[in-house]
């Protein structure tokens, strides 16, 4: 993910726009340290489609136990709190989409889906993964989530 491409302070843009992380402490800021860890918990974690601009879509999915997606959904821990409990070295039975950030001029042609749908099958190559979880931000986020979990007929819940 180079910094010195023209895509790279718009898809940061985009994040601070619409989930307004810098602003909240209880939200994943996906710092160096929060990225080690998302890579021991699943190469698959964090997944980009760039050009030679850089970063066109960033995906962030998190599997996790159904333990600690409950947690989430029924407000007893944060989203922070959501990646720093995840184990790491053991069976997941959950994915949280955590986030999806799509360039508009590549919106609506499929692309972040089938991101997110390759993430999902590698996440699933090593797990029994029966639910996937959303907080979604934007209608767009939620219907995103409708369509991969139809896809993929994992149980969807919506925080």
Request: glycine share 2%.
């Amino acid at each position: 993910m180079s910094s010195n491409k023209p895509n790279y302070p718009r898809m940061l843009n985009l994040i601070d726009e619409v989930f307004a992380t810098r602003n909240d402490p209880d939200q994943i800021q996906v710092t160096a340290q929060e990225m080690i860890k998302l890579n021991q918990i699943h190469t698959s974690c964090l997944s980009e489609l760039a050009d030679d601009k850089g970063p066109l879509i960033w995906v962030l999915m998190i599997p996790t136990t159904i333990a600690i997606m409950q947690d989430f959904l029924n407000d007893k821990i944060t989203e922070k709190e959501l990646l720093d409990n995840t184990p790491i070295n053991t069976t997941y039975e959950a994915i949280y989409l955590c986030s999806a950030t799509t360039l508009p001029e590549h919106r609506n042609f499929g692309k972040t889906k089938q991101l997110c749908l390759n993430s999902i099958k590698e996440i699933q190559s090593t797990n029994h993964i029966t639910h996937l979880f959303v907080w979604p931000f934007t209608k767009e986020g939620r219907a995103l989530a409708t369509t991969i979990a139809n896809a993929t007929s994992l149980k969807l819940l919506i925080k």
